[in-house]
């Protein structure tokens, strides 16, 4: 399968805590992004970093790539019960297609 | 002002029907695409449509026809529905060669 794989699938943490995700993909991509599914709605786009990037911040989400382990993570820093969500990562391995490559996601749910 | 929008949001039929999901997207891009959601989040690209040209086509089954009329509508018709048809469809754009893309709200098909 070209899914790519991400961990844990679901992860409960407080207000205020920090949440990690982690993303392992299988072929060599152009970007990867990560995007956000709140419950019976849509993907939001969240970040996008390329190859040749190790680490982008945007607002409280820092994302890091790691080439050589086909592997990136998420870190949501003072998470907020409205960040209770599913977070997918998504690869682009560039080409002719524009075709993204979704991973399993991770439904984190912060408690207030 | 809604970005991708999808029509019907909620599509419930029986087996053997054919039945049809609208999408239309009116920030000017001009690639649009369908995904498929299972009942384990697994999401997968189904069709792909440049400028109204086929691009992408996962080898879905005949039973399912992506239809474009212009830059900013891809409807997706299905016959014969089966029961393995049952999940949230959505739809997505962007602009050719740019990898972030812009979902609908989805459609739940429930086949019965």
């Known amino acids: 399968s070209q899914q790519g794989e991400e961990d844990p699938q679901a992860l409960s943490i407080q207000e205020g805590e920090n949440a990690t995700m982690n993303c392992s993909y299988k072929t060599s991509i152009n970007n990867l992004q990560w995007y956000r599914q709140n419950s019976g709605r849509g993907l939001v786009h969240l970040i996008l970093?390329?190859?040749?990037?190790r680490e982008k911040h945007s607002g409280r989400l820092r994302v890091t790539l790691d080439t050589s382990k086909k592997s990136s993570s998420l870190l949501i820093t003072a998470s907020r019960a409205a960040d209770t969500a599913s977070y997918f990562c998504?690869?682009?391995?560039?080409?002719?297609?524009?075709?993204?490559?979704f991973g399993t996601g991770t439904l984190l749910a912060v408690q207030p | 002002d809604t970005a991708v929008s999808q029509t019907p949001k909620y599509l419930v039929t029986q087996m053997g029907n054919d039945k049809s999901i609208k999408c239309e997207q009116n920030?000017?891009?001009?690639?649009m695409y369908w995904y498929k959601q299972d009942s384990k989040k697994f999401l997968k690209i189904m069709f792909s449509y440049n400028n109204k040209e086929l691009i992408i086509n996962e080898t879905v089954p005949n039973r399912f026809s992506p239809k474009s009329p212009d830059k900013a509508h891809l409807n997706l018709h299905i016959n014969s529905l089966e029961l393995g048809d049952s999940a949230v469809y959505f739809c997505?754009?962007?602009?050719?060669?740019?990898?972030?893309?812009?979902f609908g709200p989805g459609t739940r098909l429930t086949v019965l």
């Open positions: 997505a754009s962007s602009l050719w060669g740019e990898d972030t893309q812009y």
């Open positions: 998504a690869t682009a391995g560039g080409g002719a297609t524009n075709k993204l490559i």
């Open positions: 920030l000017g891009h001009d690639t």
């Open positions: 970093i390329r190859s040749n990037e």
